[in-house]
Every structure is written in C-alpha cells, then in structure tokens.
C-alpha cells in the first residue's frame, strides 16, 4: 500500500513513477515469493509479472500509457500472481474509466474525450494497430491523465475483495 501511495503521489505530482520505488519493489517481491513458496512462487511472479508487463507495454507502445505505469503494473504482478494481476487490470480499467469521465467533466472536455474515444475504438482498422498521431503521450497538446491512481485503486480493490 505505501508504494502504491507513493506511485501515486509522484504520478499526479511530476507524472512519472520513479524507479527507485519500483525496482526495489519488484525485487523484493521476488524475493517475499521465493522465500514463502520456494519455486511455485517464483514462477507464479514470472508470470504476474509477464501479465502487466504484456497489457500495460502493449498500450505503452501504442503510446497511450508510460513506461512507470508498465514497471509499476509488472511490479505488482510479481506480488500478486498472474491470476490476481487480470482482476486488478480489469478494475483498473474500470478505476481508470471512471476517473477519466470525471477529469472531462471537471475540465470542461467530454465532448472532447468522447470524440477521441470513438477515434481509438473505431479508428483501429485504418491505423492498423499504429498509434494515433494526436492520442498519444508524445504529443505536446494530447491531455495526459496520471493512471497510477487507476492502478492504486484497482490493484486494492482486487486485494481487499479476495
């Protein structure tokens, strides 16, 4: 819970999740499953870890997450197994959502945001699984959201409901 706050705080502060809460996190969390499962647990942090670092890098190389969002996630895998790790992405995607519409809202951009929702849902086929030149992370002029609160909530909801 601390690293998830802490992620957060420095997401909304600075928009990065630094590496030197991450790393150590992972490695530790290595360390916590080994120690508790011997190689079963090992293993199963390969694979949670393998679970956010494939979801989040897919979406980091279509350009619409960064790269702390995928450490993080990755991270988190490690601790949590792959199993927990898809539960945590879908209520993250949900946490995500729901602070994204109410972002718009307060900002005065929901027709905004709805239109290029539509563009990434509807637009794929003529892009080809490119990125789209306007919703991505490198543009200057693209409104960029903090997802590590989305992934704070998400990840504790999916602990706490086990």
Sequence with gaps: MIVLAV?????LRSRRIPNWLVLPFLLAGFFVSGWLHSWHGIVQSLAGLGVGALFFGILCWMGGM??????????IGVWIGPSQMLTALVLTGI?????AVCWAIVGGFVG???SGTGELIFGWRQRRFRAHPELVLNNPSARKMPY??????????SFFSR
């Design 7 to 11: 992620a957060t705080f420095t997401d």
């Design 66 to 75: 960064g790269m702390g969002d995928v450490k993080l996630c990755a991270a």
């Design 95 to 99: 946490a995500g959502g729901v602070i």
């Design 112 to 114: 905004e945001m709805l």
């Design 148 to 157: 590590a609160p989305a992934i704070a909530i998400g990840t504790l909801v």
